[in-house]
């Protein structure tokens, strides 16, 4: 959906090993997220970057990192995997100077750490 | 902390019935009320969505409910059909730059 694709879709890795996860757009939108869904949450944001080398944290932050160096790719890094980060991890897109526009997902990433 | 509560976390309907999803909100500030809804494996895309400027928005079967003085707002599927079986949530945002999502709720419609 709105040209954006998520690798790996899947990933089962051990504890204490570092991943990271790519989200990669061809829209040209300026912003990109990074959220987390678990039965009970929802969705909650984890990273977000309103540009090119500018990120801020989100909801979740803590235990992971973000990147961004072209407008088409937001990496996100756990540096350290948990238990805990055992989760399905989805990108979204906005255009911010698009009239009315919505934040777009990608179909996720499911990550199994053991 | 900006919540967003959801309810129920659960719905089942007939087909051709009416599926009714509560969301509240505890922040004023929010002025953009979307509905996602996701199917198995796929990302949440965006159903429909409202402004506090108005009480109810229709897009086809789908309309949202907006009570601003009661800080809550619903999603009304109307002769819901089995396609619809999926999971819906609700957000808030100050604008549609950030947003707080509810819990969600997995819809499933029984023929």
């Known amino acids: 959906d709105a040209g954006i694709t998520q690798s790996p879709r899947h990933k089962v890795t051990e504890t204490g090993t570092p991943v990271t996860l790519r989200c990669h757009q061809t829209?040209?939108?300026?912003?990109m997220y990074w959220y987390r869904q678990d039965p009970g949450h929802g969705l909650r944001l984890i990273h977000y970057?309103?540009?090119?080398?500018?990120?801020d944290k989100g909801e979740v932050s803590d235990g992971y990192s973000v990147s961004r160096s072209k407008t088409e790719d937001f990496l996100l890094t756990l540096e350290s995997a948990t238990s805990s980060q055992t989760s399905v991890y989805f990108c979204a897109t906005l255009d911010p100077f698009g009239s009315n526009q919505p934040q777009h997902f990608g179909d996720g990433t499911r990550l199994s750490i053991l | 902390q900006q919540q967003v509560k959801q309810s129920p976390q659960s719905l089942i309907v007939q087909k051709g019935g009416i599926s009714i999803i509560n969301c509240a909100y505890e922040?004023?500030?929010?002025?953009?009320f979307p509905w996602y809804q996701q199917f198995p494996g796929k990302g949440p895309a965006l159903l429909i969505a409202i402004r506090p400027d108005v009480s109810e928005k229709k897009e086809g079967r789908f309309t949202i409910s907006f009570n601003k003085s009661a800080k809550q707002f619903s999603l009304h599927i109307m002769d819901s059909q089995p396609g619809d079986s999926a999971t819906y949530f609700c957000?808030?945002?100050?604008?549609?730059?950030?947003?707080?999502f509810g819990t969600g709720t997995r819809l499933t419609i029984i023929p």
């Open positions: 970057s309103y540009g090119v080398k500018d990120t």
């Open positions: 922040n004023t500030a929010f002025d953009y």
């Open positions: 957000a808030a945002g100050i604008g549609n730059e950030k947003l707080t």
């Open positions: 829209e040209n939108h300026r912003y």
